[in-house]
């Protein structure tokens, strides 16, 4: 197997535990200063590029969204010599453009987490780092996802806000409302501090994200109840169109 570093580090969020199009694969045990990631980094082949890719929730969604290690989820794939991370999300759709089954690339985002270690700099002694986040993804790292969506023949909403809440629950009809007056196109509970940590570590980062479900009280049915089930019965049926963008972006 080559050893060359991966040209992409893709991070799978809930019902997405592998690539299974992943080729050749080492798996890694990674340790960092941060302590130990999700799970094991599987590094492989996929569209003739090498991929690295890590389960955020570990691959047997072990993790909740709080409790995640997202500074050594990121160290260990920077370790593995990835420098470009595509992140993908599942999550619920709040706007009309967000329907279940959507795929979509935010511009933007929210903070509503609380509790979560979102910085390099929590130790002592540690460098404090004021990054600008202004624009939160990597502006060329998301024209890539878009153009390789376009080149793949894959509908994808081009921009949006994405709120990251703290979860495990499910949100409010009241926080939804809230969050929609906020701003916010869509929610899950992973988005931060994943974000503001590459921006720290200096990785080129962007969002895939996986619309799920609608989020309460934002779909046809007011009184929907969101399953697990239903959740990663759409997951499933996006995940064709996820790795045909990825295997247009490897191939750009």
Known sequence: MSRRDPVLAVIGGTGVYALAELADVESIDATTPYGAP?????????????????ARHGEGHGVPPH?????????ALRQAGARRVLALNTVGGI??????????CPDQLIDYTWGRVSTLCEEPGSEVLHVDFGEPYTATLRREVLAA??????PMVDGG?????QGPRLETRAEIARMRRDGCDLVGMTGMPEAGLARELGIDYACLAIVANWAAGAGPD????????????????ATAGVSRVLSALLAG
């Open 95 to 104: 706007t009309p453009a967000w329907g279940p089954g959507v795929l979509g």
């Open 38 to 54: 999700s799970g094991p980094v599987r590094v492989g082949t996929l569209a003739g590029e090498r991929v690295a890719f890590l």
């Open 149 to 154: 969506a376009a080149t793949a023949g894959v």
């Open 161 to 165: 806000c994405y709120g990251a809440t």
């Open 222 to 237: 007011p009184d929907e109840v969101i399953t697990l089930d239903d959740v990663l019965a759409n997951v499933r049926l």
């Open 67 to 75: 409790r995640i290690n997202y500074r050594a989820n990121l160290v």
